[in-house]
């Protein structure tokens, strides 16, 4: 796997994250603590992207 692909990939994983924290978020009674773990996760792939691109 090229690391642009990689790249590719963690992108769509992240936006991938945000499509679920934004639905957590509007869903009445939703898990905070399970909105918390998504935006953890979302982090890591962002902070993962990053390290890459300057790489």
């Known amino acids: 796997m ?8 963690l ?4 936006e991938h994250l945000s ?3 934004e639905q957590e978020q ?5 898990d905070a603590m399970r909105i918390a773990d998504l935006k953890k996760q979302k ?7 990053t390290r890459l691109s300057q790489a």
């Open 2 to 9: 090229t690391v642009a692909s990689h790249l590719q990939e």
């Open 26 to 30: 509007r869903s009445p009674g939703s």
């Open 11 to 14: 992108r769509r994983k992240h």
């Open 19 to 21: 499509t679920k924290v």
């Open 43 to 49: 982090l890591k792939l962002k902070e993962e992207i």
